[in-house]
């Protein structure tokens, strides 16, 4: 029985992240309309985009090499397995257990590395530009998740993010490194997702742009898988910054589907709330210049370590 | 007094005297050479002859397993240079440097050396060993010479005043122990024979034999060419023929080394007497330090070689100085390989200045490629003396380092010091012999590369196998010396 | 008697000092030989003293070698030789007499101080002249680092010899073997000697020694 | 019965290196010597790795020291590093078949190259203090003479120089050391070293030395200044047994010494290798990420997975001081896992570069770009390697890895505060390694394969030829193996790591799915097969189900880049430019930059110039300085050489009166 719902509860979260990630992104983009006193486009809107652009015809560039048209499928493939694999509404997935949160890391860092190679495969100066920047970035937003793991995972006892959340769910004290850390995740959160201030995602003709310089020459099928995996990457993080930090809700390992039920509309929910944070947070800054990412990234680093180090001298105590 | 007659170490002696006298009135230079190989050659069978036949005691001469070693190598290195000196002086008469009358001068004190230096190491009394080390002296001297050059009257001359001084003050030191001895032996013979005065060391004045030890150290130093004593050595090898600074490396030095030894031995066996190691060592770790900084401003190559031959004295010095059954034993491997090896370069280095019409070292590149044999050689040979495995100094150095650093690491850090600068100049200098675009070369020579081969055969062979009776030997000298 | 004997060996042996001194400050070359012919005589009393005192016959030898080649013949020679080089009249710079003569005293100090406890047990006329010839032979070094003219230079080097002869001759019963070979070292030593002034000679025009470093195989 | 057999074969590899020596050589001269090499290499594996009891094996030959015989011994650990030795050495062989088949001077590498495999297997299988010596020296020097295969060229001939000082300088400490554990008596066989007693100062003296020695071969930071100019140096089926097999044995002399020989260790002893082995990391990766020039960017990336390799050994050290036996036998695979997979992936790298040198004879990779398309075969194995290297998962790189950070997690639990306060930098070294390592390779393979080609040698390539491909592709396919199937690794080391830190991983071979959990399940797990068939399914999911589903063709176009459509290469993203951020932000932690604009006035016509120096901080701090006193030294005391006759009488003189005075008093 328990077999049975744990697959039910992994096929459920596959589908119910592909399904919302687009989701999550028209929902952020309907609220920064609002608070710039707009109408904007309905939440479906990244749903019909992707569409569209599925129908539409491919156009590759004459140097396109054969990474270039596989690149999108690799890096849909790994962002979704690794947004299938956290716990969003239930800890209890079949296979949460084959990765987990530096095995995540490293699958998003797979992803990177495909979508930097992508960018330079044209061989446009546009996607150098992006590829070098998004490899800055990431060599400073990896090393900086894994800090703020290693937190977590210190505190929890394992490095598992079912167990992770399920310890924070059961016996959840208030850490300075805990807060450390969620601080943390919540910048490379945003520097992962090129959002505002680090990139904008809604520019293109913009020298200052990391992620859509990469994907400049992209275009249809192509370029609507790559959109979709920019989503679950984004929503994977939301739902990391979820299930670490706020894990009420989440349905046990051999829970029931009512629980089940109750954690998909709590999640839902959580989900709403941090797309409005973000929309929020986004019209509030302004983008910031390129070279005081690293510095803004640092910080994340920082409070990573600084974590770290309390729960390591702690420990002792 | 029959028995006597037949004693090998007699024909030893003889032979060369011999030869040296046929070579006088020899006229032809080829023929010359011939004898000269000959006679060489057959020393070294007697020699050999030694090994079977073991110790001999008579009145003049007498052998005993410290001595047996060192007179088999430096008649092997004797034969072997007779070899390569008939391939060099071909060369010589072409080129013209050597006029015929040299050539006989030459070959005939080339085997008057070879007797002095037997006589030296078969000696059995102190008088005579220094006589004998003072006649092999004043050969060299004549060698060095031999060229008439300004720079080799120079070295010669330079040679014979600091030769002399040093081989007085051995004089003296000779006399201070046969004084030290009289008292207890009695006038006469007995207080010069090695066996007696080693029987009865413990009895002598100790002070007495410190006085003597400080003159032998210093006099038979200068000719072991310890730094500071060391000056005449670069320039008698860079400018004598270079079988002569091969038998110089390969013999002279060890020959002397030899007396210093026999004199350390009479004082380890009296109690009283001040050790006389911190001396060695210390002239050894000068010698090595020196010597190791000096190889860096060279640019003749024969004289590179030669500090290097300071450099290596220093090492062998400094082993025993330090002493014990491991050192000792890695001292004498290491001059056995070190006489081996450095006439071995010498060979290569003789027929490449031949070749190459130049000993300047910025002059000469290339090697490997223009003269594959040569080239090659020298860069065996060289690793060789940088006791790179699996070649047979490595050993020595393995044994002398290891055993010294678990003893008294202060002594072997500053040895490890002077072999790493050492190592650092020698391998700048062979880089840029052996490798790079080849240089013009003026002349070819008909090189005989039997005496290398033969040579750094042996001296891979070392590395990596020693026989065991070789073993014992050392094993037993090692013991001796204490 | 036995201590008179004493006293004469000590006061010859004594007198060899002295003349090592003079060797020492003497600066002209024609004189410097001839003090050298009086070193070897000093030698020779030295020797044939200690011969009578010993009842060693062939010390007696030694003393005629000495007086014979280092008395006679080595002086002349070195006369024509100087003669022949046109430097007899060659006066040279010794490096200030006052500093060379108080190192020469301080040489003898060291040897008697090095010398008599090291020779307690050995005889009195040994101990003696063991000092005395050790003062020699440092005196005769440092004579040789002094000057620089290759005929001086050789002066020097034989009075160093000249100590250890007398050194030899102190030891009792010291077999004929060495002082014959001290001998023979010395004549053979002389041979080459001449050879190499006349080869320098026939070089340089000079015996001074400055030149030949100026020489030197290697450049700087 | 192995050990004897792999001996011979070692003795048979020693006499195909004389055998080749020829005078001229024939055609195929060197086809039918690789060929042997490889055999003899497999015959080699074949024998350490074939089951041999619980105990290991000894042997000894009538060689060496007279009064302890060349001794060799084969157990659990030295197995190991055999066997990476020889697939090392195999791979290499294959693949000079073709590569070298167009060496012009085959008489300059052919002698040395068995030599120099056969060496490295001795190190692995001495058994006494000399033998070891000899083969470690035996090993650097019969490599050096490979370095100078190119002796034409002036930097070679460098590189060759300041390897075989570093490496005599290493061979001289370790010789020190030895010294010490053979004590007075040298007794320098192990078993006696094993036995005896050693007090706490030797031990650390000890200590100090091998990091000075192994360290020097392995190319520890600040020891690693030869690595970068010798491994490029030598040809390139060489450069890949430098980097990725001859570290990996200096690696081992460490561990056998340190693990082995000392005994039970102190905790202090993990302090250096911790230090000195994130430092290596960081300072190797971010020179790496900055090169040029191919094959050296590939030797600076060896030094940072040294220091990867370093850190894991000294956390094993850390736990095994305190008694930890299981964390410690965790840090021990991990350290072992990753010089194997190291040992695969770099050697498919130094292979591909060496195709790449082979196809357009360029090492500057500002002049490439492009050769996915004229070399696609080569392009894909080394993008494999790339991905392996840049320990991203399902490939082996991830795994060791993993288990490497899974051990830092491991460490609040030891006593010592100055460890926990060192283990978490570490911790942010080997990310920040691990993350820059990834932008690395994206350049290094982005600038050479994608994009259009820089230059005509380029434009020129072609496909290099089929001996090469295999041997890539043989080891890749064992990354995949050993990254998707990680438990059989980890359970073929513990017999190793039970030896020498007396604990073992629990068993992996039996959780389900070729799992593997460190500590355990509940704790952490990976499993590299589900991720990475997963990964494969849903990429092939998707394309197969957008394909069906809307099947409209593709249609090539010049490429659209914002409307700016230049066919100018110029205008591609250089090598510099791709490296300019990460060095701008993070290049200040390991070297000194200097930065120079030659900007023309308005209305010159000269071009501008932008220069870039990078200095390495160790080499003009402590070596260059180094140098300059060794010389200066010797021009002061060269004067000695050129005093008069009467001043060298002097010299003898003053020498004379001074021992007489101190004999006297």
Not at chain 1, 59 to 75: G, K
Not at chain 3, 144 to 161: D, H, K
Not at chain 4, 41 to 70: E, K, N, Q
Not at chain 4, 250 to 277: C, E, K, N, T
């Amino acid at each position: 029985m328990t077999f049975l719902l744990d697959l039910f509860a992994q096929a459920m979260q596959m589908i119910l992240v592909l399904a919302l990630s687009p989701v999550l992104i028209g929902f952020t983009r309907k609220v920064k309309a609002r608070l710039l006193r707009r109408q904007g486009a309905p939440v479906m809107q990244p749903w019909y985009d992707l569409i569209r652009l599925l129908r539409k015809e491919t156009v590759l560039a004459e140097d396109a090499s054969w990474l270039y048209r596989s690149a999108p499928y690799i890096i849909f493939a790994t962002t979704w397995v690794a947004a299938s694999l956290a716990p969003t509404f239930a800890t209890g997935l079949m296979f949460s257990w084959i990765a987990d949160l530096i095995a995540l890391t490293a699958l998003l860092g797979s992803a990177r590395f495909v979508l930097a190679l992508a960018g330079m495969d044209v061989g446009t100066s546009f996607g150098g530009i992006g590829s070098s920047r998004e490899t800055m970035f990431g060599s400073l937003a990896e090393p900086a998740t894994i800090m703020i793991v290693f937190v977590v995972s210190l505190i929890a006892g394992s490095t598992q993010l079912s167990e992770v959340a399920a310890y924070m769910a059961s016996d959840f004290e208030l850490r300075v490194s805990v807060g450390f850390a969620l601080v943390g995740l919540v910048i490379v959160a945003i520097a992962e997702n090129g959002r505002i201030p680090v990139d904008n995602p809604s520019t293109h003709l913009e020298l200052t742009m990391v992620h859509e310089a990469m994907i400049l020459e992209y275009s249809g099928r192509h370029l609507a898988v790559i959109e979709l995996a920019s989503a679950l990457k984004l929503l994977l993080y939301v739902s990391l910054i979820a299930c670490v930090f706020f894990p009420f809700g989440l349905a046990p390992h051999n829970g029931s589907l009512s629980g089940m039920g109750y954690g998909v509309v709590l999640y839902v929910a959580k989900l709403a709330v941090a797309g409005f944070l973000l929309a929020v947070f986004e019209v509030s800054t302004a983008k910031m210049r390129v070279f005081r990412v690293s510095d803004y990234l640092g910080v994340a680093l920082m409070l990573g370590l600084l974590g770290t180090l309390l729960v390591f001298v702690t420990r002792s105590l | 007094m029959n028995s006597e007659m037949l004693m090998v170490s007699n024909a030893l002696v003889a032979i060369p005297a011999v030869a040296a006298a046929a070579l006088v009135v020899q006229t032809d230079y080829r023929r010359a050479a011939q004898i000269n190989l000959a006679a060489s050659g057959v020393t070294f069978l007697f020699a050999l002859a030694l090994l079977f036949k073991g110790h001999e005691d008579g009145s003049f001469l007498f052998v005993d397993d410290l001595n047996i070693v060192f007179v088999v190598l430096s008649t092997l290195v004797g034969f072997t240079t007779s070899i390569f000196s008939a391939s060099y002086i071909q060369h010589e008469i072409d080129t013209g440097r050597l006029s015929l009358g040299n050539l006989r001068f030459y070959h005939a004190t080339y085997q008057v050396l070879l007797c002095a230096m037997n006589l030296a190491l078969l000696a059995s009394n102190i008088g005579l060993m220094w006589v004998s080390l003072e006649v092999a002296t004043l050969t060299t001297v004549l060698m060095v010479g031999v060229y008439r050059t300004r720079e080799s009257l120079e070295a010669a001359w330079k040679y014979f005043i600091l030769g002399s001084v040093g081989i007085a003050l051995a004089l003296f030191g000779t006399i201070l122990v046969y004084i030290a001895a009289e008292p207890v032996l009695g006038e006469g013979y007995d207080s010069m024979v090695w066996s007696t005065l080693m029987a009865h060391a413990p009895d002598f004045s100790a002070r007495l034999l410190n006085v003597a030890f400080v003159f032998l150290m210093l006099g038979y130093g200068t000719k072991v060419g310890l730094a500071p004593m060391h000056a005449w050595l670069p320039d008698a090898h860079a400018e004598g023929p270079t079988p002569i600074s091969a038998v110089l490396s390969g013999l002279l030095l060890n020959v002397a080394l030899y007396a210093v030894l026999r004199f350390k031995m009479l004082l380890t066996a009296n109690a009283a007497a001040v050790t006389p190691g911190p001396m060695m060592i210390a002239l050894g770790l000068a010698s090595v330090i020196f010597a190791a900084f000096m190889l860096y401003k060279r640019d003749d190559i024969k004289r590179l070689f030669a500090y290097s031959s300071i450099e290596h004295m220093g090492i062998i010095a400094f082993a025993f100085g330090v002493g014990g059954p491991v050192a000792n034993f890695a001292g004498l491997l290491h001059m056995t390989m070190h006489s081996l090896t450095k006439s071995a370069i010498f060979f290569s280095v003789g027929h490449i200045a031949q070749v190459k019409g130049t000993q300047k070292i910025s002059e000469i590149r290339g090697l490997t490629q223009s003269h594959p044999a040569l080239g090659w050689g020298l860069v065996i040979s060289v690793m060789a003396i940088c006791g790179m495995p699996p070649l047979g100094v490595f050993m020595s150095e393995f044994l002398v380092v290891s055993s010294t650093f678990a003893r008294q690491p202060w002594l072997a850090v500053p040895l490890v010091f002077g072999l790493l600068v050492a190592f650092g100049a020698l391998l700048l200098r062979l880089i840029g012999l052996a490798f790079g675009e080849p240089t013009k070369s003026v002349g070819e020579v008909q090189a005989s590369t039997v005496p290398l081969v033969v040579h750094l055969a042996i001296v891979l062979l070392a590395g990596l196998y020693l026989p065991a009776y070789l073993v014992t030997w050392f094993q037993n000298v090692a013991r001796l010396l204490g | 008697m036995e201590h008179l004997n004493l006293d004469v060996a000590q006061l010859l042996a004594g007198s060899l000092v002295l003349v090592s001194f003079m060797l020492l400050y003497q600066d002209r070359l024609s004189g410097l030989i001839n003090i050298f012919a009086l070193h070897a005589v000093a030698l020779t009393l030295s020797v044939a003293w200690q011969a009578y005192v010993q009842h060693a016959p062939h010390l007696y030898v030694t003393a005629g070698i000495a007086l014979i080649f280092k008395a006679t013949i080595i002086p002349v020679a070195l006369r024509r030789i100087v003669k022949q080089l046109r430097i007899h009249r060659t006066v040279e710079i010794v490096g200030g007499i006052g500093p060379t003569m108080f190192l020469g005293m301080f040489l003898v100090a060291l040897s008697l101080v090095v010398m008599l406890p090291a020779t307690a047990s050995a005889d009195p006329f040994a101990r003696e002249d063991l000092a005395f010839a050790l003062a020699i032979v440092l005196l005769g070094l440092l004579m040789m680092v002094t000057r620089r003219n290759a005929v001086s230079q050789i002066i020097g080097f034989m009075s160093l010899e000249n100590g250890l002869i007398l050194a030899a001759a102190g030891a009792d019963g010291m077999p004929l073997v060495v002082e014959i070979s001290v001998a023979l070292s010395v004549l053979v030593a002389f041979i080459v000697i001449g050879i190499f002034l006349f080869r320098i000679r026939e070089r340089f025009d000079t015996v001074d020694l400055f030149e030949l470093d100026r020489v030197r195989g290697e450049k700087r | 019965m192995p050990l004897d057999l792999a001996l011979i074969f070692v003795g048979a590899l020693f006499c195909v290196s004389v055998l080749s020596i020829r005078r001229r050589a024939r055609s195929d001269i060197s086809r039918i010597i690789y060929t042997l090499c490889c055999a003899l290499c497999v015959l080699i594996f074949v024998a350490v790795v074939s089951p041999r009891g619980a105990h290991a094996l000894s042997a000894t030959l009538p060689l060496g020291l007279p009064w302890i015989g060349m001794r060799f011994r084969l157990d659990a650990l030295s197995a190991f590093f055999l066997a990476v030795v020889n697939i090392g050495g195999a791979a290499a062989s294959v693949y000079a078949i073709g590569y070298g088949a167009h060496e012009k001077h085959p008489m300059r590498v052919l002698p040395f190259f068995p030599a120099f495999i056969a060496a490295m297997n001795c190190v692995v299988l001495a058994d006494d203090a000399f033998t070891f010596l000899v083969a470690w020296e035996f090993m650097s020097l019969s490599s050096w003479a490979l370095v100078l295969a190119s002796h034409q060229e002036a930097e070679s001939r460098s590189a060759a120089y300041i390897y075989l000082l570093m490496a005599s300088f290493g061979t001289l400490c370790l010789l020190m050391a030895f010294g010490v554990l053979g004590g007075v008596g040298g007794a320098y066989d192990f078993s006696t070293i094993r036995e005896a007693p050693k007090d706490a100062w030797k031990a650390g003296l000890v200590l100090g030395l091998v990091i000075l020695g192994a360290g020097s071969k392995a190319g520890l930071v600040p020891l690693h200044i030869w690595l970068p100019l010798a491994h490029p140096a030598a040809p390139s089926h060489v450069s890949a047994l430098m980097s990725g097999v001859m570290t990996k044995v200096a690696i081992y002399g460490f561990i056998r010494i340190v693990f082995d020989l000392l005994g039970q260790p102190a905790f202090w002893w993990s302090i250096h290798p911790l230090v000195l082995g994130a430092l290596s990391a960081m300072t190797g990766i971010l020179f790496a990420t900055v090169q040029s020039d191919l094959k050296k960017l590939l030797a600076y990336s060896t030094i940072e997975n040294i220091g990867v390799i370093f850190v894991a050994l000294g956390l094993a050290l850390a736990f095994k001081a305190n008694g930890q036996a299981l964390p410690a036998a965790l840090a021990f695979t991990a350290a072992l896992f990753h010089v194997f997979n190291h040992a695969l992936f770099k050697s498919v790298l130094f292979f591909g570069a060496g195709a790449v040198l082979g196809a357009t004879g360029e090492k500057n990779i500002e002049k490439l770009g492009g050769l996915i398309k004229s070399m696609p075969r080569t392009a894909f194995l080394f993008l494999g390697g790339c991905v392996a290297i840049a320990a991203l998962p399902p490939l082996n790189g991830f795994v060791s890895e993993w288990l490497v950070f899974q051990a830092i997690l491991l460490t609040p639990s030891l006593p010592q505060w100055i460890l926990k306060l060192i283990t978490p930098l570490v911790g942010v070294a080997l990310a920040l390694s691990a993350a820059l390592g990834a932008g690395c390779y994206v350049r290094a393979f982005g600038i050479v394969f994608l994009g259009r080609a820089r230059s005509a040698a380029a434009q020129a390539a072609s496909e290099t030829d089929g001996w090469s491909l295999g041997a890539m592709s043989v080891l890749l396919a064992m990354c995949l193996l050993a990254g998707v199937a990680p438990s059989f690794m980890i359970d073929t080391i513990s017999p190793a790591a039970q030896e020498y830190v007396g604990g073992r991983m629990i068993v992996q071979g039996d959780l389900p799915w070729l799992t593997i959990a460190p500590v355990a399940e509940s704790r952490s797990s990976y499993n590299g097969l589900l991720v990475f068939v997963f990964i494969l399914l849903s990429s092939f999911g998707a394309m197969r189900l957008i394909r069906t589903l809307w099947p409209r063709p593709v249609r090539r176009a010049p490429p659209w880049d914002c409307g700016y459509a230049d066919s100018s290469l110029a205008t591609q993203y250089t090598a510099s430019s791709f490296a300019q951020p990460v060095r701008r932000a993070l290049g200040g932690l390991a070297f000194s930059t200097r930065e120079s604009l030659d900007m023309p006035l308005p209305g010159e016509t000269r071009a501008a110039r932008f220069t870039v120096e990078i200095g390495d901080r160790f080499m003009n701090g402590l070596y260059t300085p180094l140098a300059k006193a060794v010389w200066f030294c010797a021009g002061r005391l060269n004067v000695v050489n050129f005093l008069s006759i009467q001043e060298y009488l002097g010299l003898v003189f003053v020498a004379l009166v001074v021992l007489l005075i101190i004999v006297a008093l």
